[in-house]
């Protein structure tokens, strides 16, 4: 049987990664943050000792047999950097700013839409991102555009930061969101933006009790589920 994708796309801190765990949870369908494999090369890449900008070092990194690979535990996903489990330490706000700068380069796009689109194509998937609906899964059966003003999403990332003891402040978290919200839309390469065809959710003014609901409701009516 035909696999079934459902690609979620929008700006960090809308809550994509929350509400598509949850809702593919709901639905058995896996869930893939490929958020999370950005962010893995973007720490291979800190790693290495390559300073942000440095983009000429970064096929070097690429080329050094490095496997970014997924595995599913409880179905939680967790990313394996040549085998190591670096979920927990790619959260950080400066592997962040890697992942926001190792993700304009074509050549690391290039490296994962393999590992996506075969994911896509083994499983049902909901998958999450910012060019899902628009490079990875153009053909996807329901593409969402999840987004929330800036105010509301660096209050959320500030909270979650808050949450793991990180040492940051309210006006630091917007401007970083502000900053990497402009990068991934101006980026030549695979822009964050909406689909045509894919529907919108903004979640300034909805809990995530409701986000998820809506997000449900839309992907059940389309695919009558
Ligand atoms: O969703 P996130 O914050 O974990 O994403 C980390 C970075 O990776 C972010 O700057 C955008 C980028 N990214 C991307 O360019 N394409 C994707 N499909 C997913 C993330």
Redo the contacts with the bound molecule.
Sequence with gaps: MKSIAVAIDGP?GAG??TIARAVAGRLGFVYV????M??TIGLAVCRAGVLLGETEKIPAVLDDGLKVSLKYEAGTQHVLLNGEDVSSLIRTPEI?KY??FV?AVPAVRAFLLDTQREMAKTHNVIMD????GTVILPDAAVKIFLTASAQARARRRFLELQEKGETVTFDEVLADMVQ?DH??MARAA?PLRQAEDAILVDTSELTLEQSMEAVEDIIRRALEV
């Design positions: 960090s994509k990664s943050d490929t958020g999370a950005y962010r962040s992942a926001s993700s991102g910012r060019d899902i990497r990068d991934d695979a």
